[in-house]
């Protein structure tokens, strides 16, 4: 199984400022995921980013709003920029397994925008 | 375009009871479907995977079954214990990685 190193764990953010979120995999992985998840929903899908390419935006997020990097394939980033109170939720990225099976997530990043 | 369906949305129950969380969903041709915990504020635990293949998976006190065709699948739980109490939520996969997950269902086992 894999896992996900994934900080802060944790963050009050002022608004207008920007917070990057890291995820550190143990293992090589192909694909990796951040969704993000508001208060009292559901977990809804940002984006998919994959080594060596730009990240695919699903509808509704930007890349502007939300940068992604995928350096290698064991580690992303994902920024959110110029934070609004909109943006209070919890972020979590996530993996498929070592073949391909399985999503494995990381701890998750709550996020509180002033 | 896919949507999952989690019912009921909270769910109460004395400890010891025996107890089945649904979750429906609208396209069959799914990659596998991945039950989940989350305790409140945290990230996800995986429970149980069923590939599309399989019609159950079992992991101690849970069993997890799927018919793809009828578009559902049960959580079933075993003798509850107050440790179980958390929102559990299922994801259904596609071949390119991606989830779509439901609303959840939070449950609260009572000493």
């Known amino acids: 199984s894999a896992v996900i190193s994934q900080k802060p764990s944790r963050d009050i953010c002022q608004r207008g400022t920007s917070l990057t979120i890291q995820c550190q995999v143990d293992s090589q992985v192909t694909m990796m995921f951040w969704y993000r998840q508001q208060p009292g929903q559901s977990l809804t899908l940002i984006a998919t980013?994959?080594?060596?390419?730009?990240?695919?935006?699903e509808s509704g997020f930007v890349i502007d709003k939300f940068p992604i990097s995928r350096p290698n394939l064991t580690f992303s980033t994902l920024t959110v920029s110029n934070m609004s109170p909109e943006d209070s939720s919890i972020y979590l990225c996530?993996?498929?397994?070592?073949?391909?099976?399985?999503?494995?997530f990381g701890s998750g990043t709550q996020l509180s925008v002033l | 375009k896919q949507e999952v369906t989690q019912i009921p949305a909270a769910l109460s129950v004395p400890e010891g009871e025996n107890l089945v969380l649904n979750c429906s969903f609208t396209?069959?041709?799914?990659?596998?479907l991945q039950w989940f915990r989350q305790d409140p504020g945290k990230g996800l635990t995986s429970l149980l995977l069923i590939q599309s293949s399989q019609r159950e998976q079992t992991s101690g006190r849970l069993n997890a079954s799927l018919d793809k065709s009828s578009g559902r699948s049960t959580l079933y739980i075993a003798a509850s214990q107050p440790g179980d109490s958390a929102t559990y939520l299922c994801?259904?996969?596609?071949?390119?990685?991606?989830?779509?997950f439901g609303d959840g269902t939070t449950l609260t086992v009572k000493p």
């Open positions: 996530s993996a498929d397994g070592p073949y391909g099976e399985k999503l494995f």
């Open positions: 396209d069959s041709a799914i990659y596998n």
């Open positions: 980013a994959n080594q060596g390419s730009e990240a695919t935006y």
């Open positions: 994801a259904v996969g596609t071949n390119a990685g991606k989830s779509t």
